[in-house]
């Protein structure tokens, strides 16, 4: 797991300092930005490293390639969700951010 979170931080900074041609959705660009400012030590960062791990060794595809797919698919703020599952992460992604998501009315109008 080690030389997992490893390859994940490398690759992180390397796709924040250089000109990747590898094009990720604002929120993914955000929560890589976020994760680094927190030196990558978020149980969120470390969650997102497990999986990535684990769909590797499943599917048969190297950890990078897997992990580049997981940046990949973050798409929106809804996908951000399921990578930042402790309420403190999330405030302070949000926090970082400046995204205030909406939240449902739980009155009724009358």
């Known amino acids: 797991m080690i030389e997992e979170k490893a390859l994940a931080v490398k690759w992180c900074n390397d796709f924040l300092e250089t000109d990747s041609n590898l094009t990720l959705s ?26 990535a791990h684990l769909r590797s060794s499943l599917e048969n595809r190297s950890f990078t390639e897997q992990f580049i797919d997981v940046m990949q698919n973050v798409q929106t703020f809804m996908d951000v969700l399921k990578l930042i599952k402790i309420e403190s992460e999330l405030r302070d992604f949000q926090q970082f951010t400046k995204i205030v998501p909406f939240k449902k009315l739980s009155y009724a109008r009358g």
Not at 32 to 50: C, G, M, N, P, R
């Open 26 to 51: 604002a929120i993914s660009y955000q929560y890589i930005l976020w994760s680094s400012s927190k030196a990558y030590e978020t149980q969120s960062f470390d969650w997102v490293t497990l999986n």
